[in-house]
């Protein structure tokens, strides 16, 4: 079975600065997507970013960037230039590439990590 | 686009009874996956129908069912619910296919069991 760990359940930054959360998974699949998705107080789940398993180019959204390992099994997700709108519970999550397509369904999160951004 | 529609946004319930849980997707959207979230155990994945079949089905006792309307819409049932049950309730759709997809959440339903 997949699992996915995030070993810091709490994190802060100041506004501006660079922040790195880190996810560690396990996983016997070759072919996977990994997600960095952010949870707001509004409880909304709202993806931050996506990695696919068989590129070696590490995801790149904005201010928002992966470090991926595979043989590792490691991704970090690494925010640039903190914003207060940053502030969340932020969760690591993987998804099995299924043959014939793709299931975006069946995620496996992490525990989370509460990102506090100070002014 | 409306975005992923979850209804009732709180619900209280007492130990034993059931509760019917509804989830209407993004247009277009085929698969529809639910999740629970606890404090103590996180995100959990429950099950996820695809054209009204179920797919997947997470770790969960028999309790907790599901279905899946022809026009995609899903809901989830509970029953004989127990304080365990609390919990925020999850519910994503995707488009199954094509690439640069994801999964789209919608706000949960915050069940509490008392």
């Known amino acids: 079975a997949q699992t996915v760990t995030q070993s810091q359940p709490e994190m802060s930054v100041q506004e501006a600065e660079t922040v790195t959360l880190s996810c560690t998974y396990d996983?016997?699949?070759?072919?996977?997507?990994l997600f960095w998705y952010k949870q707001p107080p509004s409880r909304q789940m709202i993806l931050v970013i996506r990695q696919e398993a068989y590129k070696q180019q590490n995801a790149t959204e904005n201010r928002f960037s992966v470090n991926f390992q595979k043989a590792a099994k490691s991704f970090s997700l690494k925010i640039s230039d903190s914003q207060l709108g940053d502030a969340a519970m932020y969760f690591c999550?993987?998804?099995?590439?299924?043959?014939?397509?793709?299931?975006?369904?069946?995620?496996?999160f992490g525990q989370g990590t509460i990102l506090t951004v100070h002014p | 686009k409306a975005g992923v529609t979850q209804t009732p946004r709180y619900l209280i319930k007492t130990r034993g009874q059931q509760v019917t849980l509804s989830c209407s997707p993004i247009?277009?959207?085929?698969?529809v996956s639910w999740y629970q979230q606890t404090p103590g155990q996180g995100l959990q994945f429950l099950f996820e129908?695809?054209?009204?079949?179920?797919?997947n089905k997470g770790n969960f006792p028999g309790r907790f069912s599901g279905r899946q309307f022809s026009n995609s819409r899903s809901e989830m049932n509970v029953s004989t619910l127990e304080l365990g049950d609390s919990a925020l309730y999850l519910c994503?759709?995707?488009?199954?296919?094509?690439?640069?997809?994801?999964?789209?959440f919608g706000q949960g339903t915050r069940l509490t069991v008392v």
């Open positions: 999550a993987y998804c099995k590439n299924n043959a014939g397509g793709t299931s975006y369904g069946k995620l496996t």
């Open positions: 994503a759709s995707s488009p199954w296919t094509g690439a640069n997809t994801e999964a789209f």
């Open positions: 996983t016997s699949e070759s072919d996977y997507y």
């Open positions: 247009s277009g959207h085929r698969s």
């Open positions: 129908y695809f054209s009204e079949t179920q797919r």
